[in-house]
């Protein structure tokens, strides 16, 4: 499959998450590649118009809205965030995403996760895993991305999850480590930077059926 895949230039993409801190990044930079970008969106008429951008309203926990939004043969990227209404939303959301990505013969997915979710876990300092342990909101974030990160794996399609470290809004850098622990990287990264990376992975399929820990 991984053979395959690379060979294949990325059609229209459908994007969960869209709107979000680093979802909406996303968009604007496959937007400059000419890319047709769908976003589904809870909240209608969330940004102005442009060409080859679709907002489509709906919610990721409702399968039919999913039916609407996802393409036959398109390529998702899932950059959910959690939900304080629903603690399990990121994998709800993407159990339903790989369903309709069955129905409509869709392979490749990229799914945004975060370092310390599944056995990544094991990685963390002390301090790190007290702190999540100690915020309810943090806890049940890095629970329900291991939840999401096995649903992902399960599936038969060519997924990527990438494990970025802490998000900050620093500048885009263009320099980061791939699956790298050594003296010097901060373990930071920049929301840009990590938005580059999606968008590199979904035309180069380095990562295929692989999770990329990225830091800087």
């Known amino acids: 499959m991984k053979e395959n895949i690379r060979e294949r ?3 229209n993409i459908t994007i969960f998450g869209g709107t979000g801190n680093v979802g909406k990044i996303v968009v604007e930079k496959l937007l400059s590649t000419g890319k047709i970008v769908k976003v589904l969106t809870r909240t209608p008429s969330v940004g102005p118009e442009q060409r080859n951008l679709r907002f489509i309203t709906g919610d990721v926990l409702q399968v039919t809205d999913m039916q609407k939004c996802i393409g036959v043969d398109d390529s998702v990227i899932i950059t959910l965030g959690f939900n304080n209404s629903s603690e399990d939303t990121m994998s709800r959301g993407t159990r339903n995403i790989i369903a309709v990505m069955a129905e409509k013969k869709c392979s490749r997915l990229i799914c945004l996760s975060a370092h310390g979710a599944g056995e ?3 990685d963390m300092p002390d301090g790190f895993k007290e702190m999540v342990m100690n915020d309810p ?7 329900d991305h291991g939840i999401q990160e096995e649903i992902v794996k ?6 990527t999850i990438v494990r970025p470290t802490e998000i900050v809004a620093t500048p885009e850098s263009g320099n980061f480590a791939v699956n790298s622990y050594h003296d010097g990287l901060t373990y930071q990264i920049s929301k840009y930077d990590v938005a580059q990376f999606i968008v590199d992975e979904l035309h180069q399929n380095n990562y295929v059926r692989q999770i990329a820990m990225i830091t800087s």
């Open 9 to 11: 230039e990325p059609g």
């Open 120 to 122: 990544s876990w094991n």
């Open 137 to 143: 909101v943090l806890k049940a974030s890095f629970k």
């Open 154 to 159: 399960a599936s038969s399609l060519s997924w």
